[in-house]
Protein backbone atom coordinates (compact mmCIF):
# COMPACT_ATOMS: atom_id res chain seq x y z
CA UNK A 1 0.00 0.00 0.00
CA UNK A 2 1.47 3.38 -0.89
CA UNK A 3 0.54 6.89 -0.12
CA UNK A 4 -0.43 9.94 -1.43
CA UNK A 5 3.24 10.94 -2.52
CA UNK A 6 3.19 7.31 -4.07
CA UNK A 7 0.76 8.67 -6.56
CA UNK A 8 2.17 11.96 -7.62
CA UNK A 9 6.02 10.77 -8.50
CA UNK A 10 3.72 8.19 -10.66
CA UNK A 11 1.79 11.01 -12.74
CA UNK A 12 5.00 13.10 -12.83
CA UNK A 13 6.96 9.86 -13.93
CA UNK A 14 3.76 9.48 -16.41
CA UNK A 15 3.86 13.08 -17.53
CA UNK A 16 7.63 13.91 -17.73
CA UNK A 17 10.22 10.34 -17.86
CA UNK A 18 12.35 12.36 -18.94
CA UNK A 19 12.96 13.92 -15.00
CA UNK A 20 14.66 11.88 -12.09
CA UNK A 21 11.84 12.50 -9.15
CA UNK A 22 13.49 10.48 -6.03
CA UNK A 23 14.58 14.10 -4.81
CA UNK A 24 10.96 15.05 -4.44
CA UNK A 25 9.91 11.83 -3.14
CA UNK A 26 12.11 12.52 -0.12
CA UNK A 27 11.26 16.26 0.12
CA UNK A 28 7.42 15.67 -0.25
CA UNK A 29 7.50 13.27 2.19
CA UNK A 30 9.39 15.10 4.81
CA UNK A 31 6.73 18.00 4.06
CA UNK A 32 3.47 15.72 4.41
CA UNK A 33 5.16 14.51 7.46
CA UNK A 34 5.54 18.15 9.19
CA UNK A 35 2.00 18.57 8.20
CA UNK A 36 0.78 15.88 9.82
CA UNK A 37 2.81 16.70 13.14
CA UNK A 38 1.79 20.33 12.82
CA UNK A 39 -1.39 20.31 13.20
CA UNK A 40 -1.24 17.60 16.22
CA UNK A 41 1.34 20.11 17.46
CA UNK A 42 -1.69 23.31 16.89
CA UNK A 43 -4.03 20.53 18.96
CA UNK A 44 -2.14 20.41 21.42
CA UNK A 45 -1.39 23.65 21.92
CA UNK A 46 -5.10 25.02 21.43
CA UNK A 47 -6.02 22.40 24.44
CA UNK A 48 -3.83 24.64 26.41
CA UNK A 49 -5.30 27.70 25.82
CA UNK A 50 -2.81 29.10 23.95
CA UNK A 51 -3.48 30.75 20.71
CA UNK A 52 -0.05 29.23 18.89
CA UNK A 53 1.94 26.37 18.55
CA UNK A 54 5.02 28.67 18.26
CA UNK A 55 3.95 29.65 22.28
CA UNK A 56 4.22 26.34 23.38
CA UNK A 57 8.20 26.33 21.88
CA UNK A 58 8.59 29.21 23.91
CA UNK A 59 7.39 27.92 26.79
CA UNK A 60 8.72 24.61 26.54
CA UNK A 61 12.61 26.27 25.20
CA UNK A 62 12.96 28.66 28.44
CA UNK A 63 12.24 25.63 30.88
CA UNK A 64 14.84 23.75 28.83
CA UNK A 65 17.14 26.60 29.99
CA UNK A 66 16.48 25.32 33.58
CA UNK A 67 16.72 27.49 37.00
CA UNK A 68 16.18 30.37 36.35
CA UNK A 69 13.71 29.74 33.28
CA UNK A 70 14.90 32.48 31.29
CA UNK A 71 16.95 33.30 27.78
CA UNK A 72 16.90 36.54 25.55
CA UNK A 73 14.13 37.45 23.27
CA UNK A 74 16.84 36.95 20.88
CA UNK A 75 18.13 33.46 21.92
CA UNK A 76 15.17 32.27 21.90
CA UNK A 77 14.38 33.61 18.21
CA UNK A 78 17.61 32.40 17.00
CA UNK A 79 16.52 28.66 18.77
CA UNK A 80 13.07 28.72 17.59
CA UNK A 81 13.87 29.74 13.75
CA UNK A 82 11.99 33.29 13.80
CA UNK A 83 12.76 37.02 13.62
CA UNK A 84 12.69 39.13 16.53
CA UNK A 85 9.80 40.77 15.23
CA UNK A 86 7.95 37.29 15.26
CA UNK A 87 9.35 36.32 18.73
CA UNK A 88 8.26 40.11 19.94
CA UNK A 89 4.48 38.93 18.95
CA UNK A 90 4.74 35.63 20.90
CA UNK A 91 6.41 37.05 24.17
CA UNK A 92 4.04 39.46 24.37
CA UNK A 93 0.68 36.87 24.12
CA UNK A 94 2.72 34.74 26.84
CA UNK A 95 2.91 37.47 28.85
CA UNK A 96 -0.60 38.78 28.86
CA UNK A 97 -1.28 35.21 29.40
CA UNK A 98 0.96 35.73 32.52
CA UNK A 99 2.95 32.72 31.51
CA UNK A 100 5.87 34.87 31.14
CA UNK A 101 7.56 38.19 32.44
CA UNK A 102 10.16 40.22 30.91
CA UNK A 103 13.39 41.98 33.40
CA UNK A 104 15.90 44.31 32.41
CA UNK A 105 18.83 42.22 31.68
CA UNK A 106 22.12 42.91 34.04
CA UNK A 107 24.43 42.10 31.76
CA UNK A 108 23.22 44.77 29.13
CA UNK A 109 21.52 47.34 30.06
CA UNK A 110 19.87 47.73 27.07
CA UNK A 111 18.06 44.25 26.69
CA UNK A 112 15.74 42.05 28.42
CA UNK A 113 15.62 38.76 29.97
CA UNK A 114 12.07 36.33 29.32
CA UNK A 115 11.59 34.51 32.59
CA UNK A 116 8.54 31.56 32.98
CA UNK A 117 6.44 32.13 35.52
CA UNK A 118 5.41 29.37 37.92
CA UNK A 119 1.80 29.51 35.92
CA UNK A 120 4.17 29.25 32.41
CA UNK A 121 6.55 26.64 34.32
CA UNK A 122 3.76 24.16 35.34
CA UNK A 123 1.81 24.53 31.46
CA UNK A 124 5.45 24.10 30.07
CA UNK A 125 6.35 20.96 32.05
CA UNK A 126 2.58 19.78 31.65
CA UNK A 127 2.73 19.95 27.72
CA UNK A 128 6.48 17.96 27.66
CA UNK A 129 4.60 15.14 29.19
CA UNK A 130 1.65 15.67 26.69
CA UNK A 131 3.90 16.16 23.68
CA UNK A 132 6.07 13.35 24.33
CA UNK A 133 3.22 10.80 24.59
CA UNK A 134 1.55 12.28 21.37
CA UNK A 135 4.68 12.13 19.58
CA UNK A 136 5.22 8.06 20.52
CA UNK A 137 1.79 7.61 19.25
CA UNK A 138 2.99 8.99 16.27
CA UNK A 139 5.68 7.50 15.26
CA UNK A 140 4.22 3.85 17.00
CA UNK A 141 4.26 2.41 13.41
CA UNK A 142 8.22 2.35 13.26
CA UNK A 143 10.39 -0.60 15.02
CA UNK A 144 12.89 1.10 17.11
CA UNK A 145 15.80 0.30 14.67
CA UNK A 146 13.86 2.54 12.34
CA UNK A 147 13.23 4.94 14.50
CA UNK A 148 17.01 5.38 15.03
CA UNK A 149 17.63 4.90 11.56
CA UNK A 150 15.61 8.00 10.56
CA UNK A 151 16.77 10.02 13.21
CA UNK A 152 19.87 9.97 12.07
CA UNK A 153 18.51 10.59 8.50
CA UNK A 154 17.12 13.48 9.40
CA UNK A 155 20.24 14.66 11.43
CA UNK A 156 22.00 14.44 8.07
CA UNK A 157 19.74 15.82 6.10
CA UNK A 158 19.41 18.61 8.29
CA UNK A 159 23.28 19.63 9.15
CA UNK A 160 23.82 19.13 5.13
CA UNK A 161 20.76 22.11 5.14
CA UNK A 162 22.75 24.22 7.54
CA UNK A 163 21.03 23.69 10.72
CA UNK A 164 24.07 24.08 12.63
CA UNK A 165 24.72 25.24 16.10
CA UNK A 166 26.16 29.04 15.91
CA UNK A 167 29.97 28.93 16.99
CA UNK A 168 30.55 29.62 20.52
CA UNK A 169 33.71 30.32 21.72
CA UNK A 170 35.46 29.28 25.30
CA UNK A 171 36.27 32.46 26.18
CA UNK A 172 34.97 35.95 25.31
CA UNK A 173 34.94 39.89 26.00
CA UNK A 174 31.84 40.87 27.67
CA UNK A 175 31.13 44.45 26.69
CA UNK A 176 29.82 47.11 28.61
Known sequence: MGDRVDRIIEEWGERRPDLDFSPLQVVARVLRAAHHIQTRLDGIAAAYGLSHTGDLDVLSDLDRAGPPYERT???????????????????NRLQ????????PNPSDSRGVLVRLTSTGKALAEDALATLLQIQ?????????????DLAGLLRALLVGLGDTPAFQPAIAVTRE
Open 96 to 103: GAGLIERR
Open 136 to 148: ATDIRGLEPSARS
Open 73 to 91: PSELASALLVTTGGMTVRL
